[in-house]
C-alpha cells in the first residue's frame, strides 16, 4: 500500500492538549511537518474554543490555564481581558503560540480513520494518508456532545439543543425555556437567560453540590481528578467532573442563588409535545429545551483499532493507551482541562521520544 506520505508521529486535534504535546515535541527538536505533523479539522486557530458562544468569558467559572512556554510571548490568560468573548482571545493566543513555535498545525483536515498497517498505523484524512508510527489523538470532547435519553423526547414539538449548538439568549426571546444540567454551562445558560426568556426552569439530575467558596476547592478538584484516572485506568465510562467537584459560587451565581433563579429542580419524568410533567403530575410548558449535559470523549476514527472496553472506556494511563502502544490520548479523563491538557504535553512527548 503507498501512503501520500510519512510521518513519525502524528498528533490529531490543536485544542491546548494537542498544541501542549507538540511544544514539547518541539523541544525534544523534533521539526513540525517533517518529524511530526498536527492535523485539525476546524477552519482557525483556537480548538472548541473557536466555536463557543459569543457571550462566554475567559473566568467566567473556571480558570483557564497557560499553555507551557506561553510567557516567552508574553501572554498570559490570567490577564487577558475579562469583557471580550473567551473564544476570540484563545484563538488569538493559540494562533501566536502555533506561530512563534513553528508548529504548522495543517486545517482543516479532517481525520476520518485511524487503522493498522503491519506494525504501523495509517491516518486516514479527507486530504489524503499518512503512514505513521505513533498517534496523538487529541480530539477533546467537543463533536460529541451527549444528550440523555428520556420518556417522550421524540414526542416535544419544540426545540431541542445541545450547549454546542447554543449561540445566544436573543435566540430564546419570549419563550418558555427548560435547561437541564447540574454544571457551570447550564448555570450561565440560565443566568443568560433571565429577564430574557418569558418562562425559564432548570432542572438537574442530582442536587447541586455549591461549594462555599468562590473558586474550586483544591481537595474536592483533585479527588475528582483522581476519579477519572481511576476510571481511565480501568477503562471505564469516564464519571462526570463536574459531580466530583461541585460548583464554586461566584459572586453573580450567589446572587441568582439569592434571588430564586438558580433552584435546580429534580428531572421530569416525561416529555410531551408541549413540555415537561414531572413524576407528582406538574407539567411545565416549553418551546426549547437546552440540553447542558455533557460530551464524551470523541474516538469514533479510532474505532478500527478496537481500543474500547467492555467496561465502556479506553484504558489509558499517564496518557498512553494500554492496549496499543503506538496510541496516545491527551486531553483524556484526569487530563480533561485546560491544566490537564497542558501538563499532558511534558508527559506524552517524553513517551514517545522513549519510543522513536
Ligand atoms: P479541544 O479544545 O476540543 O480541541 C480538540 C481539537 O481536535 C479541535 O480543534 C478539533 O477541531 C480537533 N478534532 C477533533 N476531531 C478531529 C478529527 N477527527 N480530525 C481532525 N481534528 C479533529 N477547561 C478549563 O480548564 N477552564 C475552563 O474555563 C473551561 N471552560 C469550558 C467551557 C465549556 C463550555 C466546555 C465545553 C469546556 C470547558 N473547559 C474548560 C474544558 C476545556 O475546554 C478543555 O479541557 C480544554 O480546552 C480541551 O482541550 P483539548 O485540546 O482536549 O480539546
Known amino acids: 500500500m503507498r501512503f501520500d506520505r510519512d510521518v513519525p508521529v502524528v498528533v490529531i486535534g490543536s485544542g491546548q492538549a494537542g498544541l501542549a504535546v507538540s511544544y514539547y ?4 527538536d523534533l521539526v513540525a511537518g517533517q518529524d ?3 492535523l485539525d479539522r476546524g477552519p482557525d486557530a483556537g480548538g472548541a474554543w473557536q466555536h463557543r458562544w459569543p457571550s462566554l468569558r475567559l473566568g467566567s467559572a473556571h480558570r483557564v490555564h497557560d499553555l507551557p512556554g506561553m510567557a516567552e510571548l508574553d501572554l498570559s490568560f490570567d490577564t487577558a481581558a475579562r469583557d471580550v468573548p473567551a473564544r476570540d482571545i484563545v484563538a488569538d ?3 501566536r503560540y502555533e506561530e512563534h ?3 504548522h498545525v495543517e486545517r482543516p483536515v479532517t481525520v476520518r480513520s485511524v487503522v493498522n498497517s503491519g506494525a504501523d498505523l495509517v491516518v486516514h484524512t479527507d486530504r489524503g494518508s499518512i503512514g505513521t508510527r505513533f498517534v496523538v489523538n487529541a480530539t477533546g470532547t467537543w463533536g460529541a456532545p451527549f444528550i440523555p435519553h428520556y420518556p417522550g423526547v421524540m414526542d416535544f414539538a419544540g426545540r431541542h439543543l445541545h450547549t454546542a449548538d447554543y449561540v445566544s439568549a436573543e435566540d430564546f426571546r419570549d419563550k418558555n425555556v427548560i435547561v437541564v444540567g447540574g454544571g457551570t454551562s447550564a448555570i450561565g445558560f440560565m443566568l443568560e437567560l433571565e429577564g430574557v426568556a418569558s418562562g425559564l426552569t432548570w432542572v438537574a439530575r442530582r442536587p447541586i453540590d455549591w461549594l462555599d467558596s468562590e473558586q474550586l476547592d483544591v481537595e474536592g478538584a483533585a479527588e475528582a481528578v483522581a476519579a477519572q484516572d481511576r476510571a481511565a485506568r480501568a477503562g471505564q465510562a469516564l464519571p ?8 464554586p459560587k461566584t459572586r453573580r451565581i450567589a446572587a441568582g442563588i439569592h434571588r430564586g433563579l438558580l433552584v435546580a429542580k429534580p428531572m421530569f419524568s416525561v416529555l410531551e409535545p408541549g413540555g415537561a410533567r414531572w413524576a407528582d403530575g406538574s407539567v411545565v410548558p416549553a418551546d426549547a429545551i437546552i440540553w447542558a449535559t455533557g460530551f464524551r470523549p470523541e474516538l469514533r476514527h479510532l474505532a478500527p483499532l478496537k481500543l474500547r472496553e467492555a467496561a465502556g472506556g479506553v484504558t489509558v494511563g499517564s496518557g498512553a493507551s494500554w492496549t496499543d502502544p503506538r496510541i496516545f490520548l491527551a486531553g483524556y479523563g484526569p487530563q480533561a482541562s485546560t491544566i490537564g491538557a497542558s501538563r499532558a504535553g511534558r508527559t506524552i512527548a517524553r513517551q514517545i521520544m522513549a519510543l522513536l
Open 25 to 28: 515535541l518541539r523541544r525534544f
Open 36 to 38: 511530526f505533523v498536527v
Open 93 to 95: 493566543y493559540y494562533r
Open 101 to 103: 513555535f513553528q508548529l
Open 240 to 247: 462526570s467532573i463536574v459531580s466530583g467537584t461541585g460548583v
